[in-house]
């Protein structure tokens, strides 16, 4: 198998943002993809599985300003706050 730079996928999640990077870059270069490392739950009621959003559902619901919504970062200060929503993410 052939090393290629170019198959190369480098990403960097924080506790505020998430950065990513295709093929091997220096230390200083800026990241092509930085999105915010923020998860939305949604829940209707107890009895329900929890609906997860990001992305443009997520700035949707908050801007509507949906009472259903809680906001949470699965990192805090470096440590896995919640996998689950973690790998919804991912």
């Given at each position: 198998m052939v090393f290629r730079?170019?198959?190369?996928?480098?990403i960097e999640i924080g506790s505020l943002t998430t950065r990513a990077v295709v093929g091997l870059a220096e230390s200083m270069t800026p990241p092509q993809v930085r999105v915010p490392t923020k998860i939305g739950i949604k829940r209707a009621s107890q009895s329900q599985q929890p609906q997860y959003l990001f992305d443009e559902e997520l700035q949707d619901a908050i801007r509507a300003k949906d009472p259903e919504l809680t906001v949470i970062q699965p990192i805090v200060k470096g440590m896995v706050k919640d996998w689950e929503a973690l790998e919804i993410f991912w």
């Open positions: 730079e170019e198959n190369v996928v480098v």
